[in-house]
């Protein structure tokens, strides 16, 4: 079983920055790929980023392709997801996630779901 807890969220202003990390429980995270999604009040809730096991490669939702970056630090449990020239339309709660099957841009394909954590980015 593996326990995943968001934290960084917050309210910034259109143009700045924030970094989320989801912290995890589990012995043996480095086996597990780690995605990070965001839902929008009344919407659905849609892929982010996601990250394989030795955060060698890393994959992007086109929204925030060249302002978010994914990265882990599986001596830490941790996996970042650093959030720059950040836009109104990325108020969400956003959420972190976790499979030890391959990666997915699909919540589906994910069996552990952290909490989340509200970002808010004011106009």
């Known amino acids: 079983q593996v326990v995943l807890v968001e934290s960084g969220g917050g309210l910034v202003q259109a143009g700045g920055s924030l970094r989320l990390s989801c912290a995890t429980s589990?012995?043996?995270?480095?086996?597990?790929?780690v995605g990070w999604f965001r839902q929008a009040p009344g919407k659905d809730r849609e892929f982010v980023a996601a990250?394989?096991?030795?955060?060698?490669?890393?994959y992007y939702a086109d929204s925030v392709k060249g302002r978010f970056t994914i990265s882990r630090n599986n001596a830490k449990k941790t996996v970042y997801l650093q959030m720059n020239s950040l836009k109104p339309d990325d108020t969400a709660v956003y959420f972190c996630?976790?499979?030890?099957?391959?990666?997915?841009?699909?919540?589906?394909?994910?069996?552990?779901w952290g909490q989340g954590t509200q970002v808010t980015v004011s106009s």
């Open positions: 990250i394989r096991r030795t955060g060698g490669s890393t």
């Open positions: 996630a976790a499979t030890d099957l391959i990666w997915s841009t699909s919540t589906q394909g994910y069996r552990y």
């Open positions: 589990g012995r043996t995270f480095s086996n597990y790929c």
